[in-house]
């Protein structure tokens, strides 16, 4: 029933073979890595005019301005980015180019911002989706948190279907959504500079009260409002990135498909952020950081709860008309584009893990892939996290977006550091003059990326420290530290496994003593018994446990009555206690004999019924527990096949995330098309 339910949520298992069919084309490849960015059109202009509201609606002129700021370093970033893909296909992205070129701590510093941020990414935009619908069904909105984990969990099975048919899934609204916003934007500016007509949003009538009007600390407090505003708009810059993680899941060639790609992305995200931007503002779109006291409507304070609404609503009822199809279109793709923005994430996330497992970073099961061909442990482990952040926060986009793009912006500055350090290295030995020219030019376009970026990253901690980055800030270090830990584990468990120079493959213990443990008389121990024999050791006595005097006198008599020849031994349990007995015994026998082996052999029933493990086997799942930690001591499971078990006879083994698998290495193209 299980496997049914899995075939019918995840599809048929895919061989090793077909991974190249799960490639992208450009065509899919924008929806499934660019869907962050450009769906961050939906609230961060409003998150402009937010910060800007403290100084009233005079400040509204400096939007403009911070709109230019942020467009220049967006295609700043862009570029940069473009320089990463070519010069790291592998899909390392920004952890690759930190790794490489500025260390192990500078690469686990980025690996964990964007860590961080990946899961931030599926929680924000989710949890956004849900307020944006919430402000038009009342049940969603009672029911913000089951509704957010539950998108979750959809992302998180459609996902595990494959990255290409996620990415067919989400292209539709995707294009739908930027169709429909380019053509709000180009319909708004015709009807204002061709038919001269007036643009009024829903908000344009209320009144805006500055806070902070007449300080005596104006132009620090300016300068401060102008800085938050800016960061909140870099929000625009979130899931960039993502496309540098991706290249490997790109048609040939990768590096200029992913390339182009960005350009692409970045040319549509900053058409539809400054087209949404001069619509608001000509329209006269107000919103307030404190909408209770900041917001008169009507003449009256705003009530109590009273919550901004959503900027692309407003922009669609000013340029379409109140509900038009055109506002209904916007609404409703909006709220859908939000959702899926969180699919940025589910595919960096995943292939970030596998690259880092694959570096002994992280558990090795992130670098399997699953019966897909996705990465389907880390999609798991980013839903459980997302999930787990929209509980603590209780779905409140409001108080998650202040822990938002401070990791970006940290990955940001050390990979563009990274790639200067990467043209000066290949300059010193470039001779080509050419190809030195192009290195130059690459190294400039990355060092004012890294100047930007760096001071963006200033800006943002100091704007939103107090307000909630600082969690962020914190939660870096621990994954780091966590994250080095792992490796150090596994470092010792390869250092200890390793074969030295004085270990002797050759050399056999001196003898092998065995013991079958038995408890009754009956085929189980008859089995084990047999097999026990058959593979002829130096010793072998059966084992028992005296609990009861009487019982131990049967099994004894019918153990003689049976003529079994192998020695029965009857070990006394004063305390009624089975399992410390049987490890004395078998420590008297190491003692005795330290170069001598001791095999325990155990018969276990197998059952077909979950319920069943629960009657059965305990004694002998605490034995091996204990055994294991035993030097010199081999533990030997005999299976008895109960009848119950006829029914899992021939069914194939269940595969699920977390299933015991190995990278496929056939080829050197899956090589290729592998994380790195």
């Given at each position: 029933?299980?496997?049914?339910?899995?075939?019918?949520?995840?599809?048929?298992?895919?061989?090793?073979?077909?991974?190249?069919?799960?490639?992208?084309?450009?065509?899919?490849a924008l929806p499934v890595f660019a869907?962050?960015?450009?769906?961050?059109?939906?609230?961060?202009?409003?998150?402009?005019?937010?910060?800007?509201?403290?100084?009233?609606?005079?400040?509204?002129?400096?939007?403009?301005?911070?709109?230019?700021?942020?467009?220049?370093?967006?295609?700043?970033?862009?570029?940069?980015?473009?320089?990463?893909?070519?010069?790291?296909?592998?899909?390392?992205?920004?952890?690759?180019?930190?790794?490489?070129?500025?260390?192990?701590?500078?690469?686990?510093?980025?690996?964990?911002?964007?860590?961080?941020?990946?899961?931030?990414?599926?929680?924000?935009?989710?949890?956004?989706?849900?307020?944006?619908?919430?402000?038009?069904?009342?049940?969603?909105?009672?029911?913000?948190?089951?509704?957010?984990?539950?998108?979750?969990?959809?992302?998180?099975?459609?996902?595990?279907?494959?990255?290409?048919?996620?990415?067919?899934?989400?292209?539709?609204?995707?294009?739908?959504?930027?169709?429909?916003?380019?053509?709000?934007?180009?319909?708004?500016?015709?009807?204002?500079?061709?038919?001269?007509?007036?643009?009024?949003?829903?908000?344009?009538?209320?009144?805006?009260?500055?806070?902070?009007?007449?300080?005596?600390?104006?132009?620090?407090?300016?300068?401060?409002?102008?800085?938050?505003?800016?960061?909140?708009?870099?929000?625009?810059?979130?899931?960039?990135?993502?496309?540098?993680?991706?290249?490997?899941?790109?048609?040939?060639?990768?590096?200029?498909?992913?390339?182009?790609?960005?350009?692409?992305?970045?040319?549509?995200?900053?058409?539809?952020?400054?087209?949404?931007?001069?619509?608001?503002?000509?329209?006269?779109?107000?919103?307030?950081?404190?909408?209770?006291?900041?917001?008169?409507?009507?003449?009256?304070?705003?009530?109590?709860?009273?919550?901004?609404?959503?900027?692309?609503?407003?922009?669609?009822?000013?340029?379409?008309?109140?509900?038009?199809?055109?506002?209904?279109?916007?609404?409703?793709?909006?709220?859908?584009?939000?959702?899926?923005?969180?699919?940025?994430?589910?595919?960096?996330?995943?292939?970030?893990?596998?690259?880092?497992?694959?570096?002994?970073?992280?558990?090795?099961?992130?670098?399997?892939?699953?019966?897909?061909?996705?990465?389907?442990?880390?999609?798991?482990?980013?839903?459980?996290?997302?999930?787990?952040?929209?509980?603590?926060?209780?779905?409140?986009?409001?108080?998650?977006?202040?822990?938002?793009?401070?990791?970006?912006?940290?990955?940001?500055?050390?990979?563009?550091?990274?790639?200067?350090?990467?043209?000066?290295?290949?300059?010193?030995?470039?001779t080509d003059r050419q190809a030195r020219?192009?290195?130059?030019?690459?190294?400039?376009?990355?060092?004012?990326?890294?100047?930007?970026?760096?001071?963006?990253?200033?800006?943002?901690?100091?704007?939103?420290?107090?307000?909630?980055?600082?969690?962020?800030?914190?939660?870096?270090?621990?994954?780091?530290?966590?994250?080095?830990?792992?490796?150090?584990?596994?470092?010792?468990?390869?250092?200890?496994?390793?074969?030295?120079?004085?270990?002797?493959?050759?050399?056999?213990?001196?003898?092998?003593?065995?013991?079958?443990?038995?408890?009754?008389?009956?085929?189980?121990?008859?089995?084990?018994?047999?097999?026990?024999?058959?593979?002829?050791?130096?010793?072998?006595?059966?084992?028992?446990?005296?609990?009861?005097?009487?019982?131990?006198?049967?099994l004894q008599e019918e153990w003689e009555?049976?003529?079994?020849?192998?020695?029965?031994?009857?070990?006394?349990?004063?305390?009624?206690?089975?399992?410390?007995?049987?490890?004395?015994?078998?420590?008297?026998?190491?003692?005795?004999?330290?170069?001598?082996?001791?095999?325990?052999?155990?018969?276990?029933?197998?059952?077909?019924?979950?319920?069943?493990?629960?009657?059965?086997?305990?004694?002998?799942?605490?034995?091996?527990?204990?055994?294991?930690?035993?030097?010199?001591?081999?533990?030997?499971?005999?299976?008895?096949?109960?009848?119950?078990?006829?029914?899992?006879?021939?069914?194939?083994?269940?595969?699920?995330?977390?299933?015991?698998?190995?990278?496929?290495?056939?080829?050197?193209?899956?090589?290729?098309?592998?994380?790195?």
């Open positions: 029933m299980t496997d049914l339910l899995k075939r019918l949520l995840v599809g048929r298992a895919l061989r090793s073979g077909q991974l190249h069919e799960q490639l992208l084309p450009k065509r899919i869907s962050d960015p450009l769906s961050s059109v939906a609230y961060a202009p409003l998150e402009i005019l937010v910060a800007l509201s403290v100084a009233g609606v005079a400040a509204y002129a400096y939007a403009p301005w911070i709109a230019v700021a942020i467009v220049v370093l967006m295609f700043t970033v862009v570029a940069s980015y473009r320089q990463t893909v070519h010069a790291y296909p592998s899909g390392g992205g920004d952890y690759e180019v930190a790794m490489t070129n500025l260390g192990p701590n500078a690469g686990l510093t980025v690996a964990s911002a964007l860590l961080v941020d990946y899961v931030l990414t599926v929680a924000v935009s989710v949890s956004s989706g849900v307020d944006n619908i919430g402000s038009a069904i009342p049940f969603v909105a009672e029911h913000k948190v089951g509704v957010a984990v539950t998108m979750v969990v959809l992302l998180t099975v459609l996902n595990l279907r494959g990255i290409r048919e996620s990415g067919t899934i989400f292209a539709v609204p995707t294009y739908a959504f930027v169709v429909g916003v380019l053509g709000m934007i180009a319909w708004g500016l015709t009807r204002v500079g061709v038919f001269g007509d007036e643009l009024v949003a829903p908000s344009a009538g209320y009144e805006l009260r500055a806070e902070h009007e007449g300080s005596a600390l104006a132009g620090l407090a300016l300068a401060f409002m102008l800085l938050r505003a800016f960061s909140n708009g870099c929000a625009a810059l979130t899931g960039v990135e993502a496309i540098s993680n991706g290249v490997p899941a790109f048609r040939k060639p990768k590096s200029k498909n992913a390339a182009t790609t960005l350009a692409m992305m970045g040319l549509v995200a900053v058409s539809m952020f400054v087209g949404v931007i001069a619509l608001a503002l000509m329209s006269g779109v107000k919103a307030a950081e404190d909408p209770a006291r900041q917001l008169l409507i009507d003449g009256r304070p705003a009530p109590a709860g009273f919550t901004n609404e959503a900027i692309l609503p407003q922009v669609a009822s000013a340029v379409f008309g109140h509900d038009s199809a055109g506002f209904l279109f916007i609404s409703a793709i909006t709220a859908l584009i939000l959702f899926l923005a969180a699919n940025t994430a589910f595919n960096g996330f995943p292939v970030l893990g596998s690259i880092l497992a694959q570096d002994r970073y992280l558990p090795r099961q992130l670098h399997t892939r699953g019966d897909r061909l996705a990465f389907s442990n880390g999609i798991v482990l980013l839903a459980g996290f997302a999930c787990l952040l929209i509980f603590v926060f209780n779905a409140n986009p409001s108080a998650l977006v202040h822990l938002y793009i401070v990791g970006v912006f940290v990955s940001f500055t050390l990979s563009q550091i990274g790639m200067v350090i990467h043209w000066t290295r290949l300059l010193r030995t470039e020219r192009r290195m130059v030019r690459s190294r400039l376009i990355n060092g004012f990326g890294a100047a930007f970026t760096g001071l963006v990253l200033m800006v943002v901690l100091v704007t939103k420290f107090l307000i909630g980055a600082w969690i962020v800030v914190l939660a870096m270090p621990v994954l780091f530290i966590l994250m080095r830990s792992i490796r150090s584990h596994y470092d010792k468990v390869a250092s200890e496994l390793e074969i030295t120079g004085d270990y002797d493959a050759t050399v056999l213990p001196a003898r092998n003593h065995a013991i079958v443990l038995i408890s009754k008389i009956h085929k189980p121990t008859m089995r084990a018994l047999a097999y026990a024999r058959a593979t002829r050791p130096s010793t072998l006595e059966a084992v028992t446990v005296g609990v009861d005097g009487a019982e131990a006198r049967r009555r049976h003529g079994i020849p192998v020695p029965l031994k009857m070990l006394d349990s004063p305390y009624r206690e089975i399992t410390q007995p049987i490890l004395d015994y078998v420590k008297h026998l190491r003692r005795r004999s330290p170069r001598d082996v001791v095999t325990v052999f155990i018969p276990e029933y197998v059952v077909g019924h979950w319920w069943e493990h629960l009657l059965h086997n305990q004694s002998a799942l605490r034995l091996k527990a204990r055994l294991l930690f035993k030097p010199g001591v081999m533990v030997t499971s005999v299976p008895w096949q109960l009848h119950s078990s006829d029914r899992l006879t021939g069914r194939p083994e269940p595969s699920a995330p977390g299933s015991v698998r190995r990278p496929s290495r056939r080829r050197a193209e899956d090589e290729e098309i592998s994380a790195r």
